[in-house]
């Protein structure tokens, strides 16, 4: 039997919560590195969808649905419906590509400058955890721009800016042009830290109800910069 996010309760799990945003539609937290979006079973309560639910069930205002996700290993803003409806209008407006997501992250290697990755991704047949470039895969882009590098540390911190929301895109197209992120082993980055560095920034939308434009931002928590000044000056 298949578990639907959706159509089972979400068990509600009390954790400390990063709350951005929050009306009566929708929600945006900051996801810690390490933890799930959401259960894939019943019996996952560890995961932030359990902890957005606690949250919720204290004003009794919803229902924790994401619109989107974050691998486990990756921090950031994270979007939360709180109603059906209000799912289905932000779901669509990130089917249409309406809502924009930025990413910081740290390559290995010195990126010289800035560049758009336009390659498909799919499975990776040797490997059910990990995606590749596959010219039989569904269509992603990447825009890389370059903030700081570090030629002594031989690493870049660079901004990328996804036009498509594919899962591992960011992981598989920086690794595609040898540069793949700091403390991500599955697609050969070095492991330097104790966590990938890769962290969802910033996050645009208009509200689906209201049609007001929102930008959220959320710079990187402590263990990022524990993590990048042991290997770089920055």
């Given at each position: 039997m298949t578990f639907s996010l959706h159509d089972n309760p979400i068990t509600a799990t009390k954790a400390p919560l990063d709350v951005r945003f929050?009306?009566?539609?929708?929600?945006?937290?900051?996801?810690?590195?390490?933890?799930?979006?959401?259960?894939?079973?019943?019996?996952?309560?560890?995961t932030l969808a359990n902890f957005?639910?606690?949250?919720?069930n204290q004003s009794k205002s919803g229902t924790a649905m994401p619109v989107h996700r974050l691998d486990q290993t990756t921090s950031g803003l994270i979007l939360f419906a709180k109603h059906s409806l209000s799912l289905a209008a932000l779901s669509d407006?990130?089917?249409?590509?309406?809502?924009?997501?930025e990413y910081l992250a740290i390559l290995d290697g010195v990126l010289e400058g800035d560049r758009?990755?336009?390659?498909?991704?799919?499975?990776?047949?040797?490997?059910?955890?990990?995606?590749?470039?596959?010219?039989?895969?569904?269509?992603?882009e990447t825009h890389i721009h370059v903030?700081?590098?570090?030629?002594?540390?031989?690493?870049?911190?660079?901004?990328?800016?996804?036009?498509?929301?594919?899962?591992?895109q960011i992981r598989v197209h920086t690794s595609s042009i040898g540069h793949p992120?700091?403390?991500?082993?599955?697609?050969?980055?070095?492991?330097r830290t104790k966590r990938v560095m890769l962290h969802a920034e910033r996050l645009y939308l208009s509200h689906p109800f209201t049609e007001k434009n929102m930008?959220?931002?959320?710079?990187?928590?402590?263990?990022?910069?524990?993590?990048?000044?042991?290997f770089t000056s920055w």
């Open positions: 929050e009306d009566q539609h929708l929600l945006i937290v900051n996801k810690p590195v390490g933890v799930k979006t959401h259960p894939n079973a019943p019996t996952e309560t560890n957005v639910q606690f949250h919720l407006k990130l089917m249409k590509r309406q809502i924009k997501r758009t990755i336009n390659q498909p991704i799919g499975n990776d047949r040797h490997h059910s955890g990990r995606k590749r470039v596959s010219p039989n895969g569904q269509s992603a903030l700081e590098k570090d030629k002594v540390a031989s690493v870049t911190l660079v901004r990328c800016k996804l036009t498509t929301g594919r899962t591992h992120i700091i403390g991500d082993t599955l697609y050969g980055g070095q492991e930008t959220i931002e959320v710079a990187p928590g402590a263990d990022w910069q524990s993590n990048k000044e042991s």
